[in-house]
């Protein structure tokens, strides 16, 4: 069984009732027990903090074996934070860097990601199903073409 570790960060707490615009009406909570019924296969570990500190300890924690993977929405801290670079690049799980939102298509300060260099791949727009399709990439038993 694979198991996966969710990491939310700042504001993420407040998914379903902050922004729905751009964030939609789902709380994080019920979307994650669809990802689990659909995913049967997979632990998934939760852990939700609006500390840039508490982040990083939990990738410490995660990142030396007790998962496969760390699913990552850093949330505000994406743009500002050189430690969590640096916790991504420390660990020897792979982390997939995830948003609810096009941070392509908002305010230009969005564009910017410091944690994607030291990340194995980004996915954005999607919605909550951004979660759901770094699953996928983490499940594919191979790529169907190779780099
Ligand atoms: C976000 C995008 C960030 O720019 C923002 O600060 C968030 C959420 C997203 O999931 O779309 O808090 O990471």
Known sequence: MKK????????????????PAVYGSASFEGYLETLR??????????????????LINKIHEAGFG??????LNA?????TS?????????????????HISNVHAREA??????ISAACLGVIAGFGLDSYRL????????????KH
């Open 75 to 79: 949330g505000a801290y994406t743009h």
């Open 4 to 19: 996966i570790q969710i990491i939310n960060g700042p504001n993420l707490n407040l998914l379903g009732k902050r922004e």
């Open 66 to 71: 007790a998962c496969d993977a760390i699913i």
């Open 82 to 98: 050189v430690a969590l670079h640096d916790a991504i690049k420390a660990i020897q799980v792979p982390v997939i860097e995830v």
């Open 134 to 145: 770094a699953l996928e990439a983490i499940m594919a038993p191979e790529p169907i073409i």
């Open 109 to 114: 300060f969005r564009h910017v990601s410091l």
């Open 37 to 54: 019924t659909a995913y049967p296969q997979c632990r998934i570990d939760y852990f939700q903090n609006n500390v840039e500190g508490e």
